[in-house]
């Protein structure tokens, strides 16, 4: 690592010691009740897209979102990575509301909708390019590439809602009556406002 990196990297821990002093200046107990439960009642699915953040999003604190990540908010049964995050946010932190939350933009549909050649991550976009397939006609009907882009964004993340209520994690929670909700929602990253796309939906 040379020493302009590093310079760099030290710059990330004067922030966090920055961050740390002022949340303490705020509330002098901040850290010390974080550090004793975790109860979020939100489960945020989302795209890992680094202007995305989402507890900044919807303006909550460290501890209010339980928080899980990939490109293009995809949920499909095969990732056991996302599947024990839901799992633990349902079964272990009872978490009420589940958010699946695309953006605008997003550069994985972008790419699986120009099918560009990335490599590995190419397997990942797969899924995006079957949501494709199944709303081609809408897709390819509106007028300009963002468009396009964008509608597929907003079918993506009603897909992923629907592969959330379908898992047997949810199913289950359903089952047992447990109050769980499921939600899409869409982000503009032009203006910072949320759209939903899917309301509510639960096991009733």
């Given at each position: 690592m040379n020493k302009f990196q590093h310079r760099k990297l030290e710059s990330l821990f004067k922030r966090n010691k920055a961050w740390a002093d002022k949340m303490t200046r705020h509330d002098p107990d901040f850290f010390t009740h974080l550090s004793k439960q975790q109860t979020p009642e939100y489960l945020w699915i989302g795209c890992a897209d680094s202007r995305v953040p989402a507890n900044q999003v919807v303006d909550l604190l460290p501890g209010e979102v339980f928080v899980h990540r990939n490109i293009a908010n995809i949920v499909v049964h095969s990732d056991l990575n996302c599947l024990s995050v839901i799992q633990f946010a349902v079964n272990v932190l009872?978490?009420?509301?589940?958010?699946?939350?695309?953006?605008?933009?997003?550069?994985?549909?972008?790419?699986?909708?120009?099918?560009?050649?990335?490599?590995?991550?190419?397997?990942?976009?797969?899924?995006?390019?079957?949501?494709?397939?199944?709303?081609?006609?809408?897709?390819?009907?509106?007028?300009?590439?963002?468009?396009?882009?964008?509608?597929?964004?907003?079918?993506?993340?009603?897909?992923?809602?629907?592969?959330?209520?379908?898992?047997?994690?949810?199913?289950?929670?359903?089952?047992?009556?447990?109050?769980?909700?499921?939600?899409?929602?869409?982000?503009?990253?032009?203006?910072?406002?949320?759209?939903?796309?899917?309301?509510?939906?639960?096991?009733?």
């Open positions: 009872e978490v009420k509301h589940i958010i699946v939350c695309g953006h605008y933009g997003c550069g994985g549909v972008k790419a699986a909708f120009e099918n560009q050649k990335l490599g590995l991550i190419d397997n990942w976009l797969h899924h995006i390019k079957d949501v494709y397939r199944w709303h081609k006609e809408e897709v390819d009907a509106q007028a300009s590439t963002e468009d396009k882009i964008n509608l597929l964004c907003e079918k993506n993340v009603i897909e992923q809602v629907a592969n959330v209520c379908h898992s047997t994690i949810v199913q289950h929670a359903w089952n047992n009556n447990k109050d769980l909700t499921v939600h899409g929602w869409i982000y503009s990253i032009d203006n910072g406002i949320l759209k939903a796309l899917e309301t509510g939906i639960n096991g009733n």
